[in-house]
């Protein structure tokens, strides 16, 4: 079986607000993101990490916009790392392929869910990501350009991340196991060398980080 796992308990620092349950097209943004996952047909349960004393919000958001397919609503930790662990313990002991979303990006396809699924099945790991086209500099004091960096090599990875469990919850034990922090789930994965395929992402598939972010989404959202 294959499970979605939408982390869920971070605390929007840099939008200033909890930009989860900010109303766009008609609805909060966490429940754009859920109903991406409860629709997709490659996904048979969902785990939701949220903050602790958030549950009965998510209870009420299913039951609201009518999100049936199974879940279960897990407690976050301090770290995202650790929220994503907690997510990994909850999930069914038939889960073979997990799905780890970020719940802030509520445009993504089905078929780069799937496709995602299909690549993690093969290789252990994938990601959802996007060749970068900007030129980009790097900075040592972050005043001044330092030099220009090849962006033939550089992708902008998104999410899905999607792995076999076994892989991450490897992974992540690793990290844990050293105290390193990874925001990143792919992360963990370099730590362990274990090789991740890169799934490109043709359609957009934004995340809400900053107010500006939100009219560009909310047309995406609108958008048939």
């Given amino acids: 079986m294959n499970a979605a796992l939408l982390v869920a308990a971070g605390k929007g620092v840099r939008m200033g607000t909890d930009k989860l349950w900010l109303e ?38 299913a039951a609201k916009f009518h999100l049936q397919k199974p879940f279960r609503i897990v407690v976050g930790g301090a770290e995202r790392q650790d929220s994503v662990w907690n997510g990994l313990e909850a999930l069914s002991p038939k889960t073979e392929i997990v799905a780890i979303q970020d719940a802030a990006r509520p445009c993504t396809p089905e078929s780069l869910i799937a496709a995602t699924i299909d690549a993690a099945r093969v290789s252990g790991a994938a990601v959802a990501a996007r060749a970068v086209t900007d030129t980009i500099k790097e900075s040592g004091d972050g005043k001044t350009v330092s030099r220009t960096l090849d962006r033939s090599k550089l992708w902008s990875v998104q999410t899905p991340q999607t792995f076999r469990v076994e892989v991450i919850r490897r992974a992540i034990a690793a990290a844990r196991q ?21 799934v490109p992402s043709a359609s957009p598939n934004p995340k809400v980080t900053v107010p500006g972010d939100l009219p560009v989404i909310e047309m995406l959202l609108r958008t048939p």
């Fill in 24 to 61: 766009i097209a008609g609805r909060p943004v966490i429940a754009h993101t859920w109903q991406r996952f409860n629709d997709a047909q490659c996904i048979g349960e969902i785990i939701l990490v949220v903050r602790d004393g958030m549950q009965k919000n998510f209870a009420e958001l």
């Fill in 178 to 198: 050293k105290n390193l922090v990874f925001t990143d789930d792919t992360a963990a994965c370099e730590l362990i060398s274990q090789p991740v395929q890169l």
